[in-house]
């Protein structure tokens, strides 16, 4: 496109009043800002933690989105139906699925092989909306730690782990909210 193309229509810059000009009504709009966290810090409100001495207050710990885990049905089987929705959705590609025959009629498939590279995990939660049986889920545990990648994949084991370690702090999700539990 020619500058002087018809089709343009050149919109005149603003022009800028006093105040406009004047840096300072943004300058005591900053100020302000400081100054209530200058307050918070002084008046005994505390900004920062000192982790891992002191554990963090979450808000809202059961919206937190933390750990994977693989949630278990009533007679203690994996809940997954190795249906590949979860790695489709993953916009970080970190979860491996190996599906197999499964060995109970009342499904066709489950995961022979299940794992979550936690490292590679940007934790959005779209593996745990795009479940249709509620599997997977994302729980309230932040202090994850590892001394190598290899122990930050986590495999079906450990996953199926981590939900006897919050089943009871954390019910799944479809119980929590009144849906049935397969």
């Not at 006093?18 to 810090?41: D, E, I, N, R, Y």
């Not at 207050?57 to 989105?65: G, K, S």
């Amino acid at each position: 496109m020619k500058p002087d193309d018809s089709s343009i229509t050149w919109i005149p810059e603003p022009q800028l009043g006093m105040t406009g000009k004047m840096f300072l009504p943004l300058f005591v709009q900053g100020l302000t800002t400081t100054f209530k966290h200058l307050k918070k810090s002084l008046g005994g409100g505390t900004v920062t933690t000192s982790y891992p001495d002191q554990e963090p207050a979450i808000a809202a710990p059961l919206i937190y989105r933390g750990v994977h885990r693989l949630n278990k049905d009533h007679e203690g089987r994996v809940k997954c139906v190795a249906c590949f929705l979860c790695a489709t959705a993953c916009p970080a590609h970190c979860i491996d699925i190996i599906a197999a025959e499964s060995p109970w009629p009342d499904r066709e498939k489950y995961p022979e092989s299940f794992a979550i590279d936690e490292l590679r995990c940007i934790y959005c939660g779209m593996c745990e909306e795009a479940c249709p049986v509620d599997a997977v889920e994302l729980t309230s545990l932040y202090n994850l730690t590892g001394r190598s990648r290899e122990e930050m994949i986590f495999d079906k084991e450990k996953l199926l782990s981590v939900f006897d370690a919050t089943k009871d702090k954390e019910p799944m999700k479809s119980e929590a909210f009144g849906g049935t539990v397969t």
